[in-house]
Nanobody, 123 residues
Framework: QVQLVESGGGLVQAGGSLRLSCAAS????????MGWFRQAPGKERAFVAT????????YYADSVKGRSTISRDDAKNTVYLQMNSLKPEDTAVYYC????????????????WGQGTQVTVSS
C-alpha cells in the first residue's frame, strides 16, 4: 500500500506561483508512475500532469503546459508540481496519484490517491 499526502495548496493571486508536494509513505514510489489531477467545483476530476517512474518523461494537460513542471525526488519519496502564472481557472482541489501499470494520463491507471489539497486563485 502507498499512502499519499498532498500539501502546498492555498490562496494565491492570479499570476502567482505555488509548489504542491506529494509525500508518499508505506512503500517507495521509485517504481511508480506519478500523476497530478484536479477537480474544480462542479466539474469532473481532470488530468494535470504525469511523470514516469524513470523520471525521464513527463506529460502535461494543454491547460497547464508551459506553466507547470512535475518532478520527483525518489530519495525523499516525494513528487512535486510547480505551478506558475496561475489563473482563476486553476482553482481546484489537486490530487496526487501513483500507478504501477502502464504510464498513462487516465485516472483508472492509477492505484493510489491522496486526499487532495485546495488551490484557490483570486482574480
Amino acid at each position: 500500500q502507498v499512502q499519499l499526502v498532498e500539501s502546498g495548496g492555498g490562496l494565491v493571486q492570479a499570476g502567482g506561483s505555488l509548489r504542491l508536494s506529494c509525500a508518499a509513505s508505506g512503500r517507495t514510489i521509485s517504481r511508480y508512475h506519478m500523476g497530478w489531477f484536479r477537480q474544480a467545483p462542479g466539474k469532473e476530476r481532470a488530468f494535470v500532469a504525469t511523470i514516469d517512474w524513470t523520471a525521464g518523461s513527463t506529460y502535461y494537460a494543454d491547460s497547464v503546459k508551459g506553466r507547470s513542471t512535475i518532478s520527483r525526488d525518489d530519495a525523499k519519496n516525494t513528487v512535486y508540481l510547480q505551478m506558475n502564472s496561475l489563473k482563476p481557472e486553476d482553482t481546484a482541489v489537486y490530487y496526487c496519484a501513483a500507478g504501477a501499470r502502464a504510464w498513462s494520463r487516465v485516472e483508472n491507471r492509477y492505484d493510489y490517491w491522496g486526499q487532495g489539497t485546495q488551490v484557490t486563485v483570486s482574480s
